[in-house]
């Protein structure tokens, strides 16, 4: 692929800031630099400042109409690279490049002055980026729209809530039509609605150019995302599926932050060992009453090991869904009442036991789940070593699109606020849909009854 297809080329990318030793220090170190090249007495090292690096030799290419998440903890150097990329930052060493008109949702308010009103900064911030006169009246009145903010377009900058300048922020940016756009946690501040209607543009952005995201919001990296990279300490960790970057850096800070002796392990491998042949399996499919129900579903029994973290104080033994007969399934029909079963074993002394489950898409996005701690709030429970503990969650089964989606299975000790995990495994159960149907949303609700009636003029 030859270098113009690319929208962003990072290569070798470092960034240093020097760490004074205290105020005086700024005027001794070129002193002592001069004498240091005078007097030849071989030290490196200047002793006024130390060196702090917060991006070290990042090196990745990002393809035209590709849409990319960063993620890492604050201080890993995901908004020095975006500063760099957007170049109101230069590297210490390396090169980054990017090709086309770059939009930056960087710090809020970046790019405007808080003395002027905000029509007076839409005609500044898009003068900057070499747009004329008449261009920018032709979008003037579409870029207000869209910030919904007609009444106070011509109040100084100073006077909007956060809310109110990062609304103007984004819509000036996307009516200037950029092919590479960059967001730094900027619709972190707006309301419920505006976010949403963001959202919606950006999924229609991504269609055909460049989207370059940092969050903490590690859902939305799956599902507006198509590659992602997870930064610590300014280095990259992984580069790929978004999929799998949240899984590792999910499972690696669990590790780190429970004293895990297999903390740079990121993921243990498990198997779950079903204990029903498959012929004595039950399928809620072939009932005769429930062939034309609008969604079916095929259970997979995992023939591979799935990744998942823990302590190692104990693990999940078995999961499986059953019907309300206690049968357990291997074909289920949407809208018909199943369990999900948690079977789990303490290693050790267990205080305060808490078993949970979420269903999630192929993008790794949540559609529903619960556990077990509410519901034992008021209970003291404990485990012994060797003891075996299991949860059974009813619910109706959704209506969901085709495709294919898993259960995780967790097993943990604590509180619902802090809490942790024993043992999580990411696709502890893989079921596949087989919807005949289509619907609006994550999912479908089976409608308990429906009526409609022509009331009479």
């Given at each position: 692929?030859?270098?113009?297809?690319?929208?962003?080329?990072?290569?070798?990318?470092?960034?240093d800031y020097k760490i004074w030793r205290d105020s005086s220090s700024r005027l001794k170190a070129p002193v002592w630099a001069l004498f240091r090249r005078a007097f030849d007495?071989?030290?490196?090292?200047?002793?006024?400042?130390?060196?702090?690096?917060?991006?070290?030799?990042?090196?990745?290419?990002?393809?035209?109409?590709?849409?990319?998440?960063?993620?890492?903890?604050?201080?890993?150097?995901?908004?020095?690279?975006?500063?760099?990329?957007?170049?109101?930052?230069?590297?210490?060493?390396?090169?980054?490049?990017?090709?086309?008109?770059?939009?930056?949702?960087?710090?809020?308010?970046?790019?405007?002055?808080?003395?002027?009103?905000?029509?007076?900064?839409?005609?500044?911030?898009?003068?900057?980026?070499?747009?004329?006169?008449?261009?920018?009246?032709?979008?003037?009145?579409?870029?207000?729209?869209?910030?919904?903010?007609?009444?106070?377009?011509?109040?100084?900058?100073?006077?909007?809530?956060?809310?109110?300048?990062?609304?103007?922020?984004?819509?000036?940016?996307?009516?200037?039509?950029?092919?590479?756009?960059?967001?730094?946690?900027?619709?972190?501040?707006?309301?419920?609605?505006?976010?949403?209607?963001?959202?919606?543009?950006?999924?229609?952005?991504?269609?055909?150019?460049?989207?370059?995201?940092?969050?903490?919001?590690?859902?939305?990296?799956?599902?507006?995302?198509?590659?992602?990279?997870?930064?610590?300490?300014?280095?990259?960790?992984?580069?790929?599926?978004?999929?799998?970057?949240?899984?590792?850096?999910?499972?690696?800070?669990?590790?780190?932050?429970?004293?895990?002796?297999?903390?740079?392990?990121?993921?243990?491998?498990?198997?779950?060992?079903?204990?029903?042949?498959?012929?004595?399996?039950?399928?809620?499919?072939?009932?005769?009453?429930?062939?034309?129900?609008?969604?079916?579903?095929?259970?997979?029994?995992?023939?591979?090991?799935?990744?998942?973290?823990?302590?190692?104080?104990?693990?999940?033994?078995?999961?499986?869904?059953?019907?309300?007969?206690?049968?357990?399934?291997?074909?289920?029909?949407?809208?018909?009442?199943?369990?999900?079963?948690?079977?789990?074993?303490?290693?050790?002394?267990?205080?305060?036991?808490?078993?949970?489950?979420?269903?999630?898409?192929?993008?790794?996005?949540?559609?529903?789940?619960?556990?077990?701690?509410?519901?034992?709030?008021?209970?003291?429970?404990?485990?012994?070593?060797?003891?075996?503990?299991?949860?059974?969650?009813?619910?109706?089964?959704?209506?969901?699109?085709?495709?294919?989606?898993?259960?995780?299975?967790?097993?943990?000790?604590?509180?619902?606020?802090?809490?942790?995990?024993?043992?999580?495994?990411?696709?502890?159960?893989?079921?596949?849909?087989?919807?005949?149907?289509?619907?609006?949303?994550?999912?479908?609700?089976?409608?308990?009854?429906?009526?409609?009636?022509?009331?009479?003029?």
């Amino acid at each position: 692929m030859s270098e113009s297809e690319y929208a962003v080329n990072c290569e070798n990318v470092s960034k240093d800031y020097k760490i004074w030793r205290d105020s005086s220090s700024r005027l001794k170190a070129p002193v002592w630099a001069l004498f240091r090249r005078a007097f030849d007495n071989g030290k490196d090292d200047n002793p006024y400042y130390s060196t702090f690096s917060a991006l070290k030799d990042v090196s990745f290419k990002l393809k035209r109409g590709e849409s990319i998440g960063i993620i890492g903890r604050n201080g890993s150097g995901k908004s020095t690279l975006l500063q760099i990329l957007a170049g109101t930052l230069q590297p210490t060493r390396g090169t980054a490049k990017t090709r086309g008109r770059v939009a930056a949702l960087l710090e809020l308010g970046s790019g405007f002055n808080p003395e002027f009103s905000g029509r007076e900064n839409i005609y500044l911030y898009a003068a900057i980026l070499g747009f004329d006169r008449k261009n920018i009246n032709e979008k003037l009145q579409e870029i207000i729209d869209f910030s919904e903010l007609e009444k106070f377009i011509d109040q100084p900058l100073k006077t909007y809530s956060s809310g109110m300048t990062i609304r103007l922020a984004f819509s000036v940016r996307i009516h200037l039509e950029p092919e590479i756009l960059i967001i730094d946690e900027a619709l972190a501040v707006g309301d419920f609605y505006f976010v949403q209607k963001c959202t919606r543009f950006i999924r229609e952005f991504i269609k055909d150019r460049t989207l370059v995201l940092v969050t903490h919001d590690l859902s939305s990296v799956q599902n507006i995302c198509e590659r992602c990279i997870w930064l610590k300490d300014g280095e990259i960790m992984y580069d790929g599926s978004p999929k799998v970057a949240v899984e590792q850096y999910l499972a690696f800070y669990h590790n780190a932050e429970n004293g895990s002796k297999n903390a740079t392990e990121i993921n243990n491998q498990l198997k779950l060992t079903y204990e029903l042949n498959e012929d004595q399996l039950h399928d809620q499919r072939e009932e005769e009453a429930l062939k034309n129900k609008p969604n079916q579903w095929e259970v997979l029994l995992l023939e591979e090991p799935s990744d998942s973290f823990g302590s190692g104080e104990g693990h999940i033994v078995d999961c499986f869904l059953e019907d309300s007969e206690g049968r357990r399934l291997s074909g289920v029909v949407g809208g018909e009442i199943v369990r999900f079963t948690i079977r789990a074993k303490a290693g050790t002394q267990i205080d305060l036991p808490i078993l949970g489950f979420n269903l999630k898409d192929r993008h790794g996005q949540y559609i529903f789940g619960d556990n077990t701690y509410l519901s034992n709030a008021e209970q003291s429970l404990k485990l012994e070593a060797e003891q075996e503990i299991t949860a059974s969650f009813e619910f109706r089964m959704p209506i969901l699109h085709p495709g294919t989606y898993a259960f995780i299975a967790s097993f943990s000790r604590g509180t619902q606020e802090s809490h942790t995990q024993i043992q999580w495994i990411h696709e502890a159960l893989v079921i596949h849909s087989k919807s005949r149907i289509t619907h609006q949303g994550i999912c479908g609700v089976p409608m308990h009854k429906i009526v409609t009636r022509i009331l009479q003029a």
